[in-house]
C-alpha cells in the first residue's frame, strides 16, 4: 500500500471555545468548508483551520513519562495509523463528506506550553499538522480517513 492510499482510524475529535487552552474530546464536530470546525477557537479563514496529529506519536510521548490526555496539545483530530508530518504540503484527507489539505507541518510552541515544562519538550512544534477545510462535513470519532494524492 503507498502512502497515497493509507487511512486512519480518528481517535478523538477536539475542540475549544477559545485559544491557549487544552481542547476537549467531544466526539464529533461539523467542519464548515473555508473556515474549520464550528464552535473552535481556531477556525476562521486562514491556513491552520483544523489541526491533526498522529496518534503513535502521542503513544511514544506518552511512553517516555508525559501525562496527556486528548486535546492537551491543541489538536483537533488524533488519527491512528498515519504518519501525518511525514506527508507532503498539499496531501488531501477525505472522510465522509469532508476534505481537508495539509497546508503546514509543525508550529512554534507558544511561550513553551505547559507541555514543555513538565517535559522539557512538546511534539506538536513537529507533529502537529494544519489543514484548510475544502468540503464541509461531519467527522466523528471512530471514523476512516483517507489520504488522497497530492493534486498537481
Same mark, same amino acid.
Given at each position: 500500500? $503507498?502512502? +497515497? #492510499? ?8 477536539? *475542540? ?5 487552552? +487544552?481542547?476537549?474530546? !467531544?466526539? @464529533?464536530?461539523?467542519?464548515? $468548508?473555508?473556515?474549520? =470546525?464550528?464552535?473552535?477557537?481556531? +477556525? ?7 489541526? %491533526?496529529?498522529?496518534?503513535?506519536? =502521542? %503513544? +511514544?510521548?506518552?511512553? &517516555?513519562?508525559? #501525562?496527556?490526555?486528548? /486535546? ?16 507532503? =504540503? /498539499? *496531501? &488531501? ?7 481537508? @489539505? %495539509? ?10 506550553? #505547559?507541555?514543555?515544562?513538565?517535559? /522539557? ?10 489543514? &484548510? !477545510?475544502?468540503?464541509?462535513? &461531519?467527522?466523528? $470519532? /471512530?471514523? $476512516? %480517513?483517507? !489520504?488522497?494524492?497530492? #493534486?498537481?
Amino acid at each position: 500500500m $503507498t502512502e +497515497a #492510499q493509507k487511512s486512519g482510524i480518528i481517535i478523538a475529535v477536539c *475542540t475549544s471555545s477559545r485559544k491557549g487552552i +487544552a481542547k476537549r474530546d !467531544v466526539g @464529533e464536530a461539523l467542519l464548515v $468548508t473555508g473556515f474549520g =470546525i464550528d464552535g473552535d477557537a481556531h +477556525a476562521g479563514k486562514w491556513h491552520r483551520q483544523v489541526s %491533526l496529529i498522529s496518534w503513535q506519536k =502521542i %503513544l +511514544a510521548f506518552k511512553a &517516555r513519562g508525559a #501525562q496527556v490526555e486528548h /486535546g492537551c496539545f491543541g489538536e483537533n483530530l488524533i488519527v491512528d495509523g498515519i504518519d501525518l508530518a511525514r506527508l507532503p =504540503i /498539499g *496531501t &488531501r484527507f477525505s472522510c465522509n463528506e469532508v476534505l481537508l @489539505e %495539509l497546508t503546514q507541518i509543525g508550529k512554534e510552541c507558544h511561550s513553551h506550553c #505547559q507541555i514543555f515544562q513538565a517535559m /522539557g519538550e512538546c511534539i506538536m512544534p513537529t507533529q502537529g499538522v494544519f489543514t &484548510r !477545510v475544502l468540503r464541509g462535513g &461531519r467527522l466523528r $470519532t /471512530g471514523d $476512516t %480517513l483517507v !489520504v488522497l494524492p497530492v #493534486q498537481d
